[in-house]
């Protein structure tokens, strides 16, 4: 592969990438033996598919490398250009670390992120008397040999930084209930933020550490005096500013002070991307406490970075230093029997492995298993050879089927919901269920299934064929709206009792009740009878109706387990089981710099 214009017409860069290679290097476009409107078109390109720089020892795997940079020496191509390709620390369009080139601004953030958390790592606090007491109180009785939720929350009392990855169900939300009972019984004027991603996740966070809080009697401090909020709202984001008030790199009026904080929790931590841990460290005062929640598994961001990923996808994992597993044992009586941590950031991250969500023997928890391990016969074979229904059940079914399982399990709960005339009801009724489909448009897309039921209930309640709304229909907020307090991810329900104008209806985060919005007061939202998996991430749903594609192109293990393990009860699987077993077989990698730098490993 050669210049430019053959990769756009290979489609393996697009106008946006063509373009931007072409405006920084007009003068060099003519030069067929420049290598810089290629550079600029290849990381444009990867960085739109997440990677945050182009790791030139992984470049072999890249259909879209233009031959010039599988063939020449790299160090040759940073000299010859070293106008535009500086080192570390040189002001360059593109930075080159002695492997990896970059555009200016991801190293610089790569950068920051690096040694921000690498020195928060270091700092260390003693565990107060009262902590100690209340933990071997509490302290959840070892049914095995170390009991990773109680050593999550010793690390998150001793540690300035922790990393608190688990599938679905391990007890993060109860590790970190019982992290914060501690933290305020030290200090009940003790400073906490609850933030996460999306106003879904954080709302999810809200609930369900107020449910967990419940038991802790918290004398004079209660639960709902932490905020909850989103990260982008936490750091001041205004569209105004164009950024965030707390970040020092904005401009310096408008960014008063750091954030006055003790303790921040952030949930969801695999969706944020590169850009947004950079603005929330430079936020925080490295005095600030934070401990960060998610599945390691998971879909990464769509904006570049794999922040949680590259930090957690270690090889030890629950390995930790001598000196940690000594604290730990005077604090617990538990021994660590691994103390062979190999990353400097070892004793700052633990996996909690035991599901309390799903029983080990069903199968959303064997099915998830398989996925994660890339399991992809196993996967296949167990889902051909079975067809489970009910509690904690997978069933795989082919796309000829689609149609009539739509008709027969799910066209009747929708018109149930169109029919109800109770919003409460009629909101917990309609998320019961969710369709999944990685793609937004053409055959199978969250497009054409949302269509589908929109016109089979068009058609089942006579309406005319150009009403847009009617009762019942499920709404997703895609753009956060500050004026009205909606955020990206918010689920709601548009709704009109009887006669009643319809609105468009959210739960409340504050009581039991649901917001109500005017139509046309509200903007940036779509249909969600079926969502994208990335739009579902931060989400859980009692049943999940997971609708492949034809090809694999848009599938990866990381978006099965993702979708999978949304279900609280049961999935099921519409699609080829050839192409869902080659999706399961790879691992998505993003291209970083980060694992290696702050692990000394290479991915
Ligand atoms: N050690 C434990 N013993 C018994 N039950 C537990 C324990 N830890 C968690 N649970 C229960 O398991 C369920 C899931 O726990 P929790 O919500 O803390 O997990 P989570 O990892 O935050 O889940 P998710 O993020 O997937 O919603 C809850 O009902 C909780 O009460």
Known sequence: MGTLDELLEKNLIN???????????TDKIKNSKSELPLLAALISSLNREGHICVDFESLHLLEKAPDIFRTKDIKNIVEKNSEYIGAPGEFKPFIFDGKRIYLHKY??????IISNLSERSRIHYGIGERCAEAFAKDKNDSDVQLNLQNLAVFMGLRNNLSFISGGPGTGKTTTVARLLYYHLLQNKNINIALAAPTGKAAARMGDSLSDSMKRFNLENTTFTDI????????????????????????????????LGYDLIVVDE?????????????????????????????????????????????????????????????????EGIKETTVKSPMGDNIVELRKSYRYKSDSDIAKAAGMIEKGESSRLKDFLVNHSGTGEGSVRLISHSNLSEFFRENLLQHYIDISKSDDIDKAYKKVFNYQILTPLKRGRF????????????????????KLRSYFNGMPVLINKNDYTNRLFNGDLGLIFGEKSAELKICFPSQEDSSFRQFRLKDIYGYEFAYCLTVHKSQGSEFDNVVLVL????DFLSRELIYTAVTRARHSVVIIGNPDILAEAVSVKTTRMSGLREKIHGVTP
């Open 549 to 552: 594609p034809e090809k694999s």
């Open 445 to 464: 897309s969250t497009e054409s299934i949302n269509n589908y039921f929109i016109n089979a209930l068009k058609t089942y309640f006579h309406l005319p």
């Open 227 to 258: 905020q909850t909020m989103t990260i982008h709202r936490l750091l001041g984001y205004s569209p105004y500013l164009g950024g965030f008030r707390y970040s020092k790199s904005g401009r310096k009026k408008h960014h008063p002070a750091l």
């Open 107 to 112: 190293f610089e953030y790569e950068n920051f």
């Open 15 to 25: 106008e946006a990438d063509y373009y931007f290679a072409r405006h920084l290097f």
């Open 269 to 333: 931590a695999s969706m944020i991307d590169l850009s947004l841990m950079f603005h929330l460290l430079k936020a925080l005062p490295l005095e600030t406490k934070l401990v960060f929640l998610g599945d390691r598994r998971q879909l990464a961001s769509v904006a570049p970075g794999a922040v949680f990923g590259d930090i957690c996808d270690i090889e030890n994992i629950n390995a930790f230093s001598e000196q940690f597993a000594g604290e730990y044992r005077l604090f617990s009586g």
